[in-house]
């Protein structure tokens, strides 16, 4: 899909809010494409949880995904440029600037070029961990895949209610080796269990992910909306939203006592080095011979090197060894 056949971010993101309950929504609108936000639909991301953490009509912050499935990762079509190693790009839409105002941006082979994006996927004004600094009850419903961008949010929401079928993890722990939330997820999921995601780059399934604490609940498909419901409530209803103010800043603080944002900007830091990294054999990796026979097929191709059961795609996991 060109850029320019991409949908308005407006398109992408919808948003909801019911004063009566306190319970806004926010849908992540694009089912054909596995929910991938664009540049400027995880910038609205980001902006729509910005206002509903000022609004006195939201208490609960329900995020969910049309279709099949929570989202499989970011639009990387849309990034070929910016991974290609050869040719000048600019990333300036990233950082709110427009091509037409007087800012230059780094040349690609500068450590800037990927330091400075990276280290921006670590403020919550861009839409990565916009969610740490969300003072009211978040609440994601996963349902499919949840993988990549998709995976960060739920490191970062407040409760999981999940699909049985639901599998989780970061397509990049394959095909790069981290991704910006590393530390979070370590924290979340328990180093042990993590590490076996990073080192293998198997999906988890939904009762593996709560059997490690990540998920709140776990409920066959056709119940999932009605138990989301039923937390979502729950959590309306209970204490005044001040408390809730004041219960989610201890929560940052002892995230941050963790280590939560450092351990943002570590895994910047170690994406920043992305161009410097080489391979042993024929790893799979994005560049432009990837993109040239086409991303889909490539990952395809890689994902069959892997036991049918630590499969990323469900055909996948399907298909005989």
Same mark, same amino acid.
């Given at each position: 899909m060109a850029k320019t056949d991409r949908p308005d971010p407006e398109d992408i993101i919808l948003y909801e809010k019911?004063?009566?309950?306190?319970?806004?929504?926010?849908t992540l609108n694009r089912p054909d494409f596995l929910n991938a936000p664009t540049i400027a639909a995880r910038l609205r991301y980001s902006d729509l949880i910005h206002r509903a953490n000022v609004d006195d009509d939201v208490k609960v912050l329900l995020i969910r995904g049309?279709? *099949?499935? &929570?989202?499989?990762?970011?639009?990387?079509?849309?990034?070929?440029?910016?991974?290609?190693?050869? !040719?000048? %790009? *600019?990333? &300036?839409?990233?950082?709110?600037?427009?091509?037409?105002?007087?800012?230059?941006?780094?040349?690609? !082979?500068? %450590?800037?070029? &990927?330091?400075?994006?990276?280290?921006?996927?670590?403020?919550?004004?861009?839409?990565?961990?916009?969610?740490?600094?969300?003072?009211k009850i978040s609440i994601l419903e996963v349902k499919g895949y949840c993988y990549g961008w998709h995976f960060y949010q739920a490191a970062d929401a407040d409760l999981i209610i999940s699909s049985d079928d639901a599998l989780f993890g970061h397509p990049s722990f394959r095909y790069v080796g981290w991704g910006p939330r590393m530390w979070q997820w370590a924290?979340?999921?328990?180093?042990?269990?993590?590490?076996e995601m990073v080192f293998t780059g198997r999906p988890f399934t939904a009762q593996e992910m709560y059997d490690c604490n990540f998920v709140n609940s776990v409920v066959p498909r056709d119940q999932l909306e009605d138990e989301v419901a039923k937390y979502a409530h729950a959590c309306s209803v209970t204490r005044p939203t001040d408390v809730v103010y004041m219960q989610k800043t201890l929560f940052e603080v002892f995230k941050q006592q963790q280590g939560e944002y450092m351990g943002s900007i570590m895994t910047a830091w170690l994406e920043s080095m992305l161009g410097q990294v080489k391979n042993?054999?024929?790893?799979?990796?994005?560049d432009k011979e990837t993109f040239g026979k086409g991303l889909n097929n490539a990952v395809k191709d890689?994902?069959?090197?892997?036991?049918?059961?630590?499969?990323?795609?469900?055909?996948?996991?399907?298909?005989?060894?």
């Open positions: 019911d004063p009566k309950t306190k319970i806004a929504t926010i049309a279709g *099949s499935n &929570l989202g499989g990762g970011a639009d990387l079509p849309e990034q070929e440029e910016m991974l290609a190693s050869d !040719g000048e %790009y *600019s990333l &300036l839409h990233e950082f709110r600037i427009g091509e037409d105002e007087d800012v230059k941006y780094p040349p690609k !082979g500068s %450590y800037r070029y &990927l330091a400075q994006l990276t280290q921006l996927y670590a403020n919550p004004n861009f839409g990565c961990r916009t969610l740490q600094d969300f003072k924290q979340m999921m328990g180093l042990r269990k993590f590490q042993d054999a024929d790893e799979f990796t994005l890689n994902d069959g090197m892997y036991p049918p059961d630590w499969r990323l795609s469900k055909g996948g996991r399907k298909a005989p060894q």
